[in-house]
């Protein structure tokens, strides 16, 4: 399973980014997905997730009504809408995907297999 991970860059305070992660090598349908963020200094945090079939999502407190996380299973594709972005949203930010994990376990980053290199988002000020 190979997730890569796009759409990072350099913004200011109050746009939007929409992030993308492409899975290869596995039935996208059968994977719950998540976003994970890592801050310099910081240890990886949970950002969103979502179950196989898409019809329920999970989001840290800070995601919430900023972030949206989906996914296109035709495309094998997620996709982290951010709007409003902080300066404190600056990090890497990872894909994954595990097959096991059911809607209580996507806040879990141990619970996941697959992980995607992360792509940089930069928020100034």
């Known amino acids: 399973v190979q997730l890569q991970a796009s759409g990072g860059g350099m913004v200011q305070a109050g746009d939007s980014l929409r992030l993308s992660c492409v899975a290869s090598?596995?039935?996208?349908?059968?994977?719950?997905v998540g976003w994970f963020r890592q801050a310099p200094g910081k240890e990886r945090e949970f950002v969103a997730g979502?179950?196989?079939?898409?019809?329920?999502?999970v989001y840290a407190n800070f995601a919430k009504g900023r972030f949206t996380i989906s996914r296109d299973n035709a495309l094998s594709t997620m996709y982290l809408q951010m709007n409003s972005l902080k300066a404190e949203d600056t990090a890497v930010y990872y894909c994954?995907?595990?097959?096991?994990?059911?809607?209580?376990?996507?806040?879990?980053?141990?619970?996941?297999?697959?992980w995607g290199q992360g792509t940089q988002v930069t928020v100034s000020s």
């Open positions: 090598g596995v039935t996208f349908s059968t994977y719950a």
């Open positions: 979502i179950v196989r079939s898409g019809v329920s999502e």
């Open positions: 994954a995907s595990d097959r096991r994990i059911i809607l209580s376990s996507l806040r879990d980053a141990r619970r996941y297999e697959f």
